[in-house]
C-alpha cells in the first residue's frame, strides 16, 4: 500500500500536471471503483483543480465549488500520467481523467478490487475521510506521545493505525521501528519518556529521508516505481539478509498477508519473537535465539 513518502510523491506531481487545469472528462471502466452516489461523478466535468492534499493515505484533488476528489489506493491500486498528445490509455484502468494537459489514469493490480474513489462536496463532507491522525512530521513529540498513549497496543499496531499516525504503514512501520531500536511486539505502556522520544526522533526522519530519496529518484517525472519493496531499506522486505547495523539475518512475523520485518540483536536483545504459523507447528521446540534458529535449520538440512 502506497504510504506517506509515495503519497506524497503522487501529490507533487499531480501539483506539476494538473493545479489549475481542468478537468474535461470522467470515464469508469469498473463500476466498483466509485463508492459514492451525490455528487454524481459527471458533477466533476468541467472543473478546475484548485489544490491537492494528502488525507493519511488518500490522495485529494480539489475541484471548483468545493467538489473533491478522494481516492484511496489501497494495496494495489496506483496512478499513470501520459501528457497531452500521448497514446491514449485503453481499457486496462478502472477510471480515466482527462484534463487539457494530459490524462491521469487509475490502475490496480491483481483481481481484488479495493482502490476506491469518492466524490464529495463541502469541507464537512472531506472531514469524514480523514482518519485523524496526527502529522509525524509536523507534530511535536507532546502530541507524539499523546497519540502513542492513548491506548495500550504493540508498537507495529500502533505506528500503522491511521487514526493515531497519518501515513504510516507496513513497510515504514518496519523501517522506523529498526531506526528506533524498539521490539515491534514491544507495548506501548511500557516505553519510558526517552524511547518515545527516540521514536518520534525515527518517524519523522525515516519519513522525510524516504520523501527526499523518493523525489531524487523520481527527478521530476511522474512517479512509475511505486512499491513497498525498495533497495536501501534496513528491514523491510529483507527477509534473512543482513541487517545494515549489525550483520545478523533479518527476521519475521507472518500474519495474514502482511509481514514485519525486524532485526533481533537491534531490536529485541536476540530474543526470537514468535511467529503464529511455525510457532504453532514447533510448539515447545520453537528457537529463542538466532543461534537456536539457525542450529535447527542446520539439522533440517542434514535430515533431508
Not at 472543473?47 to 490522495?59: D, E, M, P, T, W
Request: charged residues 30%; aromatic residues 6%; contains cysteine.
Amino acid at each position: 500500500m502506497p504510504e506517506l513518502p509515495d503519497v506524497t510523491l503522487y501529490i507533487e506531481a499531480l501539483k506539476r500536471r494538473v493545479l489549475g487545469r481542468e478537468l474535461r472528462s470522467a470515464r469508469l471502466n469498473s463500476p466498483f471503483v466509485l463508492r459514492s452516489v451525490e455528487p454524481p461523478l459527471g458533477a466533476i466535468e468541467g472543473r478546475r483543480v484548485r489544490g491537492l492534499r494528502r488525507l493519511g493515505k488518500r490522495i485529494v484533488l480539489e475541484l471548483e465549488d468545493e467538489l473533491f476528489l478522494v481516492f484511496h489506493l489501497m494495496i494495489a491500486g496506483r496512478f499513470r500520467w501520459r501528457d497531452a498528445g500521448g497514446k491514449p490509455a485503453g481499457r486496462g484502468p478502472l477510471a480515466v481523467f482527462g484534463f487539457d494537459s494530459g490524462e491521469l489514469s487509475l490502475t490496480e493490480a491483481g483481481r481484488k478490487r479495493r482502490a476506491s474513489l469518492h466524490v464529495v462536496r463541502g469541507e464537512a463532507a472531506l472531514a469524514e475521510h480523514d482518519p485523524g491522525g496526527i502529522e509525524v512530521r509536523r507534530d511535536d513529540p507532546g502530541g507524539f506521545a499523546a497519540a502513542l498513549r492513548s491506548g495500550n497496543h504493540t508498537l507495529k499496531r500502533a505506528l500503522t493505525d491511521p487514526r493515531l499516525l497519518s501515513g504510516i504503514g507496513n513497510a515504514y512501520s518496519d523501517e522506523i521501528l529498526h531506526r528506533a531500536k524498539l521490539s515491534p511486539v514491544r507495548l506501548t505502556s511500557r516505553l519510558s519518556q526517552a524511547e518515545v522520544a527516540r521514536l518520534h526522533a525515527a518517524a519523522a526522519g525515516v519519513l522525510e529521508e524516504w520523501v527526499r530519496r523518493l523525489q531524487d529518484e523520481a527527478g521530476g517525472d511522474f512517479p512509475s516505481k511505486v512499491t513497498a519493496f525498495r533497495p536501501g531499506m534496513a528491514v523491510h522486505g529483507r527477509y534473512r539478509q543482513p541487517c545494515p547495523d549489525c550483520g545478523a539475518p533479518v527476521q519475521r512475523i507472518l500474519y495474514a498477508s502482511n509481514e514485519t520485518n525486524y532485526c533481533p540483536p537491534c531490536q529485541t536483545g536476540g530474543k526470537l519473537l514468535a511467529d503464529r504459523a511455525l510457532s504453532r507447528l514447533l510448539k515447545r521446540d520453537w528457537p529463542r535465539t538466532l543461534e537456536e534458529l539457525e542450529a535447527l535449520r542446520r539439522r533440517g538440512r542434514e535430515g533431508g
